[in-house]
């Protein structure tokens, strides 16, 4: 088993030129009009890549979105500058959903069946549970959380073209993007996953590369990132 090695970063994603670049170079392409990122932390990592990246094109509306009660009150305060950007508290995916898919899934539950994937802990299932609990910043988790932010958001999003960053708990990687897939349909839209050489999205990176729908633009496998699109079936995209 590979536990995530800690970086100067902790665990925001690193900048790079080369996945500014590769943003930018979506942005290009999709236009997009909306934004829907999962995993806002303190705002400073992913999201400051994407307010980066759709500087000269902002998007009509950008959703972020954070579990934990006290790295959603930080994100708010870093977002000031940014009053396009609203900050919700709460989970991207339904709770229940969340809490089995960590208790069964085989990756958390057996070091044999990961591999050399980075993970978060060496107790991954209570890990995991914890912070979709919204525990993150305190280790307390929280009785009553806002929940199913994407299946809320993403209906009423989809023909904008959104561009969709996923980066919540390590240990929902793939509920989150089957949950995207589901809602966004035949949809057009951008896709930057972060942590494709870890539990959270390996499977993701996977599925993506073997879709025929998906246009993988740019990706990094060392440093954990990927950035695609998906483009509507039997349309010409440019
Ligand atoms: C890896 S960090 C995100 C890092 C951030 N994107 C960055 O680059 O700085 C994951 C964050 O997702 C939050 N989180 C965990 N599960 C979540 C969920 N289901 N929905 C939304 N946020 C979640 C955690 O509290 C944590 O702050």
């Known amino acids: 088993m590979s536990v995530r090695r800690p970086t100067e970063h902790g665990i925001s994603v690193a900048r790079s030129e080369r ?6 170079g979506l942005v290009q392409r999709l236009r997009p009009q909306a934004v829907v990122e999962t995993g806002t932390y303190l705002g400073l990592g992913t999201t400051r890549l994407i307010l980066e990246a759709t ?9 972020t979105i954070e579990a934990s009660p006290v790295h959603y009150a930080d994100a708010v305060a870093n977002l000031l ?3 396009h950007v609203h900050c919700l508290w709460g989970l991207s995916v339904d709770r229940c959903a969340a809490e089995a898919f960590i208790r069964d899934d085989a990756l958390l539950r ?14 991954p299932v209570e890990a995991y549970l914890a912070e979709v609990g919204g525990a993150g910043g305190t280790g307390q988790a929280v009785e009553i959380i806002p929940e199913a932010w994407l299946e809320r958001l993403l209906p009423r ?3 904008k073209r959104p561009l969709i960053a996923l980066d919540s708990a390590g240990g929902i990687g793939w509920l989150e ?3 995207v897939r589901r809602l966004m349909g035949e949809a057009v839209f951008g896709l930057f996953l972060d942590d494709i050489n870890h539990v959270k999205h390996h499977r993701s990176f996977v ?21 695609a699109l998906h483009a509507a079936a039997g349309r010409t995209w440019s």
């Open 110 to 123: 057996e070091p044999a069946a990961r591999g050399e994937l980075f993970i978060d802990s060496d107790t």
């Open 19 to 24: 996945l500014v670049e590769a943003l930018q």
């Open 157 to 159: 999003l989809r023909e």
């Open 55 to 63: 500087a000269d094109a902002p998007p009509e509306v950008f959703y």
């Open 81 to 83: 500058h940014a009053p």
């Open 207 to 227: 599925h993506l590369r073997s879709d025929p729908a998906i246009e993988l633009l740019a990706h990094d496998e060392t440093a954990g990132w990927a950035v």
């Open 177 to 179: 993007y089957r949950e």
